[in-house]
């Protein structure tokens, strides 16, 4: 039985709208503002979900506990510090921010005030990766050797907005969209040590970074992994989202990351599959990492993916931008 709620607003209604039916689905959680620029919309979702809007985020911090800033990624360490200033539990939309200092400002603020500070890295919490993780690490199917990630999208051009701009966007699609495979690969795969990276605008001119991205890791393990993130891709076939090669058999997350695999000499078993009575309904699929956030609050514990956590997938985003290739003299 949850005593007290925790009062709940929900700032930016494009990625924040999922957030925002899964904190009206969270018991902890009472919702009681909606924020967008766009009135209208914001006013829509307001009455779909029995909740205030406003259009001004920082007038509401008075009636919140907690707040989830799901704005343009060159917002969120400014946002997220008068967030944390103010006392309020802050759940930040991916990236932390778009350079270390300003990650390492914000993490030192929450700090400084006692206050949550969690990236909402939604794939980590979702059945099918949290099982990934168990059965990489039980060791039934030997030590990995080799991991594949296919990431790849078409993204509508949208040039002369934020996405376009690798300031504001912080990087390319690696940074942006790829950032949440990085993080599971480093969460499956242990630590990096060493990466390189090749990009492209090939096929997404629009954008200044890199569009389409190829990423290499070698962890200490002596694992490698490869992913592919694009934005720039309008036909797609990929055979998994995430492949695992292991001494003794192979792992496999299927497109949906709603089922995994297992082949091995014992044949193929099905590890994970999405249960025929799971709840289709806006924001259940984000209502795992909203539910930790709102317990890391009332427990005060560390939420699992807080800063600290995310920026060693930042930072190994930021040594594969830094990685050079080798020319070719043929």
């Given at each position: 039985m949850i005593l007290s709620k925790i009062r709940t607003a929900v700032v930016g209604l494009n990625m924040g709208l999922e957030h925002a039916h899964a904190y009206k689905l969270a018991e902890r959680s009472e919702l009681r503002w909606v924020v967008d620029l766009d009135e209208e919309r914001a006013a829509k979702?307001?009455?779909?979900?029995?909740?205030?809007?406003t259009t001004d985020w920082t007038s509401?911090?008075?009636d919140v506990d907690a707040v989830s800033l799901c704005t343009p990624h060159h917002l969120h360490a400014p946002q997220a510090l008068q967030a944390i200033a103010a006392g309020k539990h802050v759940l930040l939309e991916k990236p932390l921010a778009n350079s270390e200092q300003d990650c390492m400002n914000v993490i030192r603020a929450a700090e400084a005030k006692n206050v949550t500070l969690m990236l909402?890295?939604?794939?980590?919490?979702?059945?099918?990766?949290?099982?990934?993780?168990?059965?990489?690490?039980?060791?039934q199917y030997g030590r990995p050797v080799s991991a594949q990630g296919w990431v790849e999208a078409y993204l509508n051009p949208v040039p002369g907005t934020w996405f376009a701009s690798k300031e504001k966007l912080g990087g390319g699609v690696l940074f942006s969209h790829g950032c949440h495979y990085i993080d599971i690969l480093l969460y499956l795969l242990g630590e990096p040590a060493r990466v390189s990276h090749f990009g492209t605008r090939v096929g997404t001119e629009w954008m200044e970074g890199e569009g389409t991205s190829h990423g290499i890791i070698e962890f200490k393990s002596g694992a490698l992994a490869h992913l592919v993130s694009s934005w720039g891709m309008k036909y797609k076939k990929t055979p998994a989202k995430f492949q695992l090669h292991m001494t003794e058999g192979m792992l496999e997350l299927d497109n949906s990351m709603w089922k995994v695999l297992a082949v091995s000499k014992s044949g193929t078993e099905t590890l994970y599959e999405r249960p025929k009575e799971y709840p289709v309904r806006p924001g259940q699929n984000v209502l795992f990492e909203i539910e930790h956030f709102l317990e890391s609050i009332?427990?005060?514990?560390?939420?699992?993916?807080?800063g600290h956590e995310i920026l060693k997938s930042h930072r190994t985003i930021w040594a594969m931008y830094a990685s050079l290739g080798v020319p070719v003299n043929l």
């Open positions: 979702v307001a009455e779909e979900l029995g909740c205030s809007y509401i911090l008075d909402a890295f939604v794939v980590r919490f979702l059945p099918a990766i949290r099982k990934l993780k168990e059965a990489v690490d039980s060791g009332a427990t005060g514990r560390r939420p699992e993916t807080d």
